[in-house]
């Protein structure tokens, strides 16, 4: 599939995460997850589920990355969005949930979701914070075996695509 966006550059640019991805990947998990900013993910899961990560790429080196995973034919989340700290805040992190956006777009999704401490991040892309039961497949599907089920303080965000 072919899902680049005109914003890329020779310099930059958003692509589907590749088996080498893996270790930087799983390096940047390493970093936020102990920080508590994504839930932590092991590399056997990254590695199982890497059809669902792009990464953003800056001078052919991998300077972030997210998921897109599906609930449902109509519901999505992005997870795992991360960008590393020396490439923070110039504009990578807006650009990669702009192509996941359109990718979810483009794969069918009607909604796109997020669990985040950044909702004001989210905000900025079109997202609306929501309450966590008005995702009901996401709580009931998935949050529920988590180990933050019962004292989970994320804000849930949500955008009709
Ligand atoms: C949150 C994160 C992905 C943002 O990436 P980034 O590349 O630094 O963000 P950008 O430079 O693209 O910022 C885009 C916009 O969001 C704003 N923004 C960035 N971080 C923000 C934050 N923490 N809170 C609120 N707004 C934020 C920027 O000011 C910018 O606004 P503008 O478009 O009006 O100029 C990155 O800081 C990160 O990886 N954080 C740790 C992991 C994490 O929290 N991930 C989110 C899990 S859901």
């Known amino acids: 599939m072919n899902d680049s966006i005109p914003e ?3 310099q930059t640019g958003v692509r589907h995460a590749i088996p080498g ?3 930087a990947i799983g390096a940047l998990m390493e970093r936020y997850a102990a920080l508590g900013n994504v839930l932590p993910r092991t590399l056997h899961d990254i590695r199982h589920k890497l ?3 792009y990464v953003i790429e800056e001078h052919s080196q991998v300077a972030g ?3 897109l995973e599906g ?3 109509e519901l999505a989340e992005i997870r795992s969005l991360m960008i590393a700290e020396d490439h923070a805040g110039r504009g990578l992190g807006g650009r990669l949930v702009d192509h996941l956006i359109a990718a979810a777009r483009g794969r069918g999704f009607k909604r796109l979701m997020a669990l985040t401490y950044v909702p004001d991040f989210f905000r900025r892309r079109g997202f609306e914070v929501v309450p966590k039961d008005a995702l009901p497949e ?3 599907g998935i949050c529920v075996s988590c180990y933050k089920f019962n004292h989970c303080d994320e804000t849930a965000v949500l955008k009709h695509l």
């Open 8 to 10: 890329n550059t020779p």
């Open 21 to 23: 991805d893996v270790s």
């Open 51 to 53: 059809d669902d990560f």
């Open 65 to 67: 990355c997210g998921a």
């Open 71 to 73: 609930f449902t034919p």
């Open 138 to 140: 996401k709580v009931w």
